[in-house]
């Protein structure tokens, strides 16, 4: 067995559930803080001839990025072939342009400051708008898996009454590949912006609603205020009680408390962030995305 998965604290369950997928040992990867906040990682030691990929979400990327470096640079300190990373949640991909004056633009620069350290990644629905790929933005083999199906198939098992609700044109890509997939309705709610505090938000057809259980799904949910604000207009429209189904469960502050205090009836997420709302496991989608890249990855740079 020459490939390792060396995951970070938080990952450890995802990792586990990976791992026999990919004929793959798990390692050890510590990390703690030292009291004035700097990060010390200490991972498995004899790593000669193995493949080795680091498991982290980029939950919090701005805590994560020093010690995945380190990591990466130690693992190879220890002899691995090859260090690539699985990502489930791949952060700093909305800002792929120069909105403002004076703004960084991100995501070539952290896809650039990751392809420094890794041999390869996956990751599973980034949040891509100018750049359609990955591999527009990242000069090693870069991989994202598709959650739909996955999404698709609880869709079907769990609630088969169901309709689709998109938040926002923006939505349309995946709420219409989703329905498709489970065989169910959707609409994608339709928004006029007036100013700043005054929008109009309209549902296609309230009719062919009404009947069904409204799922609303949307790929990233941080301070939930799209997803807030679309619970507001199904209720105000006399919907029945609204399922909300979430890729990736960033969940800043109390946002999942206010959607549930909103009058969610449930709220179900992927793994790729660990959240209690955890229902859609990815494990199997990125072991086989990864599978395709451990140890083959160098011969592709």
């Known amino acids: 067995m020459t490939r390792m ?11 586990a559930a990976i791992a026999p997928l990919l004929g ?27 493949d080795v990929a ?15 470096r380190f990591a990466a640079a130690t693992a190879r300190e220890f002899g691995a072939r090859s260090v ?3 990502a489930p949640y791949l952060a700093y991909m909305r800002q792929d342009k120069r909105f403002n004056p004076g703004e960084a633009v991100s995501a070539p620069v ?13 990751t599973a629905d980034p949040h891509l708008h100018r750049n359609p790929k990955l591999s527009e933005l990242f000069r090693i083999p870069a991989h994202a ?4 199906s996955l999404i698709a198939e609880w869709i079907r098992d769990n609630i088969p009454n169901a309709i689709l609700i998109g938040p926002d044109s923006e939505s349309d890509q995946w709420v219409s590949e989703i329905a498709h997939r489970a065989g169910v309705a959707f609409q994608i709610l339709t928004k006029i912006r007036r100013g700043d505090r005054d929008v109009e938000v309209s549902l296609p057809s309230i009719d062919a609603a009404r009947s069904r259980t409204p799922i ?9 205020g799209t997803m807030l604000e679309t619970l507001d207009h199904l209720r105000q429209l006399g919907l029945p009680p609204v399922v909300c189904i979430v890729i990736h469960p960033v ?19 992927t793994d790729s962030i660990p959240h209690p709302s955890n229902t859609i496991s990815i494990a199997g989608l990125l072991a086989e995305a990864s599978a395709e890249l451990f140890g083959n990855a160098l011969s592709a740079r």
């Open 54 to 68: 680091l498991v982290a979400s980029l939950r919090n990327p701005d805590a994560l990025a020093l010690p995945l």
């Open 5 to 15: 998965l060396l995951p970070f604290p938080l990952q450890r369950t995802l990792a």
């Open 110 to 122: 952290f896809a650039r400051f990751l392809a420094e350290s890794f041999d390869w990644l996956v």
């Open 251 to 269: 969940f800043a502050q109390n946002a999942y408390a206010q959607l549930l205090a909103a009058g969610a009836e449930r709220i179900v997420s």
């Open 145 to 148: 898996v598709a959650t739909a």
């Open 84 to 86: 690539g990373l699985i």
């Open 24 to 50: 793959a040992r798990t390692g050890r990867l510590d990390w703690r803080h030292f009291p004035d906040g700097e990060s010390l990682v200490a991972i498995e030691q004899d790593l000669r001839g193995f």
């Open 216 to 224: 609303i799904v949307d790929d990233i949910v941080s301070s939930g």
